[in-house]
C-alpha cells in the first residue's frame, strides 16, 4: 500500500506525527509520502514540529506559502495534481480544516484517489469560518472520516452521510500530547518567562474574526486590565503578528512572545492557571490536561469541551475577559479534573492504522 499525507499548518503535524508513527509501527512494509503544502513555513511554526514530534522530513515541498484562501487552495492543487499522478496512492490522508486540507482533498477525488479525512465531523455551524467550510466540502468528499468526538458522527448523519464511511478512532491531537508527556512535564518552560507554576493567564489568539479587525485591540485592552492581578503570557501568532504591528501598549505584566514551540507550549498550558484562546487544537488540550480554558468566540465545534466543564464560552467579547481571574477565584480547588473524553486516551493513531491494516 502507498499513502500519500498532506500536511501544511501547525495543528496538522501535531495530529498527524502519531498516524504516521503507528502506520510505520503496525505496517512498516506501507510505503508513506509525506507533502508538505508549505502552508505555514516559519520554523516556529513548521520545522519545530517535525523536529520535537520526530516526524519524517517532508518528501515533497510545495512550498505554497501566504495568499487569499483562493490562491493558496489553487496552488496546492496546482502543485499536488502532477506529483499525485506520478506517484499515484492507494490513499490520500489529509487532517483537519485548513485551506491546505481541502485543497488536497479535491485535487485526489479528482483523481478517482481514495481519500481519508483525520477529524471529520465537527461542526461550529457558522459558515462564516472559513474552516467551517473546509470541513464541510472535505467530509462530503472524503470516502473515509475518521471522527474523534460522538458529536461529530451525529453532524456526518445530518448531512445525509453514509455512516459506513465515518469511524470513531479518538483523537490523534491527544495521542502526541500523551506521547511527549514525559518530556514536556518535567520542563517548566513558564520558569523562563520569569512567571510561577499555576500563577499566569496562558493566550493564544488567530481567528480572523478576531483578530482581522478593532476586537484585537479591545482584546489587548482586556489582557492588560487582567495583567494587573495575573501575569498574562501570550505567544503570538504571525497572523496576529502582522495585525498588531507594534501598535498596541503593553502593560508590564502582559508579556507578548514569539509562537512556542510544541513541547513547550505543552508545559506552558499544563502550568497555566488559565488558558484564553480562539483555537481549537488548545480547547482540546486543555481538557484532556484539566486546566481551565475561556474561549473568546460565539460558538465551538468542540462542544464536548463544554459539557465536561473545563471550557468556558465567553463569546466574541474582549470585555469578557475580565471576568476571567474572578472565575477561576471562584473554582472549588478541590473538585477533580473530568475525566477525557471517549478515546483521547493516547491509541487512536493504533486505531486507525489497524483499521488500515484490515482493508
Ligand atoms: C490557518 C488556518 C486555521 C488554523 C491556523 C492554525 C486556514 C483558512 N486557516 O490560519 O484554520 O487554525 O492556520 O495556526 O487554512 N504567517 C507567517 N508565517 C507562517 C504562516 C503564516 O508569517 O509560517 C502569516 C502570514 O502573514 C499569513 C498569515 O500568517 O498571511 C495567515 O496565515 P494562513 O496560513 O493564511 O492562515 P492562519 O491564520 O495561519
Ligand atoms: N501550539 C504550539 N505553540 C504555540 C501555540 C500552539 O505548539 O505557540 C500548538 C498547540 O499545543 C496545539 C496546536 O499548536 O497542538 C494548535 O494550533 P493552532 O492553535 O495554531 O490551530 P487550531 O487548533 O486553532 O487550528
Same mark, same amino acid.
Given at each position: 500500500m502507498r499513502i500519500v499525507h498532506v500536511l501544511g499548518t501547525r495543528p496538522n503535524f501535531v495530529k498527524m506525527a502519531p498516524l504516521i508513527a503507528a502506520i510505520s509501527r503496525r505496517s512498516p512494509e506501507t510505503a508513506q509520502l509525506i507533502v508538505h503544502t508549505g502552508q505555514h513555513y516559519d520554523h516556529l511554526m513548521s520545522e519545530i514540529f517535525f523536529d520535537q514530534l520526530g516526524v #519524517?522530513? #517532508?518528501?515533497?515541498?510545495?512550498?505554497? $506559502?501566504? $495568499?487569499s484562501h483562493a490562491l493558496q487552495t489553487a496552488r496546492v492543487m496546482e502543485r499536488l495534481e502532477p506529483l499525485l499522478i506520478e506517484n499515484r496512492p492507494d490513499l490520500v490522508v489529509v487532517p483537519g480544516d485548513v485551506n491546505s486540507t481541502v485543497a488536497a482533498a479535491l485535487t485526489a477525488v479528482k483523481l478517482e484517489i481514495p481519500v481519508a479525512h483525520l477529524e471529520a465531523g465537527l461542526r461550529s455551524y457558522d459558515r462564516s469560518m472559513p474552516e467551517e467550510i473546509n470541513r464541510i466540502i472535505t467530509d462530503q468528499i472524503a470516502d473515509t472520516l475518521w471522527v474523534h468526538s460522538e458529536e461529530a458522527l451525529r453532524n456526518l448523519e445530518l448531512e445525509g452521510i453514509p455512516a459506513g464511511r465515518a469511524g470513531f478512532v479518538g483523537n490523534t491531537m491527544i495521542d502526541s500530547l500523551v506521547a511527549l508527556e514525559d518530556r514536556f512535564r518535567p520542563l517548566e518552560t513558564c520558569r523562563s518567562f520569569g512567571l510561577e507554576p499555576g500563577s499566569y493567564l496562558l493566550v493564544t489568539l488567530h481567528r480572523p474574526a478576531l483578530v482581522d479587525g478593532p476586537l484585537l485591540f479591545d482584546a489587548i485592552a482586556a489582557l492588560n486590565q487582567v495583567s494587573a492581578v495575573m501575569p498574562v503570557l501570550f505567544p503570538v501568532h504571525p497572523r496576529t503578528r502582522a495585525r498588531l504591528a507594534g501598535n498596541a501598549e503593553l502593560a508590564e505584566n502582559l508579556h507578548l512572545v514569539d509562537p512556542a514551540g510544541y513541547l513547550e507550549f505543552l508545559s506552558l498550558e499544563a502550568d497555566a492557571g488559565a488558558v484564553l484562546t480562539d483555537s481549537g487544537g488548545i480547547q482540546e488540550e486543555t481538557t484532556y490536561l484539566g486546566i481551565p480554558c475561556f474561549t473568546l468566540r460565539d460558538n465551538t465545534e468542540r462542544p464536548v469541551t463544554i459539557e465536561l466543564g473545563t471550557n468556558v464560552l465567553l463569546g466574541l467579547d474582549p470585555a469578557r475577559i475580565t471576568e476571567i481571574p474572578a472565575i477561576i477565584a471562584g473554582a472549588d480547588p478541590s473538585a477533580a479534573p473530568p475525566e477525557p473524553p471517549p478515546l483521547w486516551d493516547g491509541h487512536a493513531a493504533d486505531r486507525i492504522a489497524e483499521q488500515l491494516a484490515a482493508t
Open positions: #519524517p522530513a #517532508p518528501d515533497f515541498m510545495l512550498e505554497v $506559502g501566504s $495568499g
